[in-house]
């Protein structure tokens, strides 16, 4: 099956720079709701049999206009929503955005048994991000695709500990280094013994550059 997992558009607090994790949160701005309106068109030439979206409603926002171009429902899956930052919840200052993203530099490493400080352990992250994972397989089944609208850090950290690359411009190994601007996209492919390879990774929004929130939409979430 193929899956495209898209990172929500823009929100007041990925201006602000803040840890903002918590569901439902805040919902989107005026640019985060024109690059949501972008992805109908940019997707147009591809099949899409199920929509779903995090828990949190930035993600229902995104996923909004993509579902009422195709006709399809959205289906809302709460392990899809970002990585709890825990006791760092809605801080901007550099030292807690260091300490939160230090913490998946090491689920990366091998350590997933480090938490964030009042938040998830890598092994808790994973395990809900796979379970999210598998009901989207289990719906569209083997043969079908599916668009999830997701969360930066959710996105990279499962990406990188899930899948093998056939990209040649994607990067290799631990990919928390490679930006993924709000409605960036990762699209995935799994075979029959259940592996997911990673096809491609467009860090910029998906409507394209002129819709790319680069500068101001926060670390990651």
Known sequence: MKLILVRHGQTPSNVAGRLDTEPPGPGLTDLGRRQAAAI?????????????????????????PLATARGLDVGVLAGLREIAAGDLEMAGDADSIHRYIGTLWSWLDGDLERRIPGGPNGFQMLERFDAAIDEIVATVGDDGAAVAMSHGAAIRVWATSRTMSTDPDAPSGRRLDRHLDNTGAVELRRDARGSWTLVSWRSEAIGGKALDAATDSGPTT
Request: charged share 10%; net charge neutral.
């Open 40 to 64: 109908p068109p940019a997707l147009g030439g591809q099949s899409i049999d199920a929509i779903f979206a995090s828990n949190q409603l930035r993600a229902q926002q995104t996923a909004a």
